[in-house]
């Protein structure tokens, strides 16, 4: 991992088309912009996170619904 240090107003250059620009500075608080081309994505890695979980969990089906299925085939197959 690569670690600078930036004031506001300064910018990081990634690849030939990323630009991130720290905008401002506040106690805990950094905001900062990214300009980057459409074709790039730009994710909050917390949101990332978030939707890899619901996606497994929407992906996995619980419990309950594996049994209720296997009961139905298995009536269905008697």
Known sequence: MLVLSR??????????????TILEVRSDVI???IDAPRSV???RAELLVQLEAS???AA?????AVSS??????????
């Open 60 to 64: 996995s089906p619980s419990e309950d």
């Open 55 to 57: 996606n497994r969990e």
């Open 7 to 20: 004031r506001v107003g300064e910018s990081v250059v990634i690849g030939d088309d990323v630009t991130v």
């Open 31 to 33: 905001r900062i912009g």
């Open 69 to 78: 299925l296997a009961q139905e085939l298995r009536r269905r197959n008697g």
């Open 41 to 43: 994505a730009v994710n």
